[in-house]
């Protein structure tokens, strides 16, 4: 297990890292916040059953993933979480968590982190990881069916248009 003072070097790592995309670009000044407030946001690993979640206003990364070699390419947990972490400090009420099932992905909260989410590994990774990244959270909540359908090309939607507007 990494130290606290290996964990902190991580994060900053992964914060640097995606400071400059233009996902993270457009998220900030969609809540008009200076992209440098990036630098201030709380995040810690803890031990969680999910890769990563927000809470109060704090983000923490599942310890789970610095069991392996590729904790720089988990960064699109940041950039969902970060999403969570603008809504939060935003808005007049605390976000509604999401929780396992169908609710889960259709909440407004979390549709919106897995669209920022899947635009910025669209354009990292590529469309395929993208839609496999989509098609593991619908698997391990059992969507099928039209429904499913319907939720992936919701979750998917800024990922195409962001196809749509590089092909421009």
């Known amino acids: 297990m990494l130290s606290r003072q290996q964990q902190l070097e991580t994060i900053n790592v992964l914060k640097k890292k995606i400071k400059d995309h233009e996902v993270l670009r457009e998220m900030f000044d969609e809540y008009n916040i200076d992209i440098n407030e990036l630098d201030l946001i709380p995040v810690a690993f803890m031990d969680l059953e999910v890769s990563a979640r927000t809470d109060h206003g704090v983000i923490y990364l599942s310890t789970k993933l610095l069991k392996d070699s590729t904790i720089l390419n988990d960064d699109h947990y940041l950039v969902h979480e970060i999403t969570h972490w603008l809504q939060q400090s935003t808005g007049d009420h605390p976000t509604t968590g999401g929780e396992k099932g169908e609710d889960y992905v259709s909440n407004k909260y979390e549709v919106e982190g897995f669209q920022n989410q899947t ?39 800024l990922a195409s248009r962001l196809d749509t507007k590089n092909a421009l």
Do not use: F, P
């Open 119 to 157: 635009e910025y590994i669209s354009d990292e990774y590529g469309d395929d990881t993208a839609e496999e990244y989509v098609d593991k959270v619908l698997d391990h909540h059992k969507l099928k069916g039209k429904k499913r359908e319907n939720r992936k090309e919701k979750l998917l939607q």
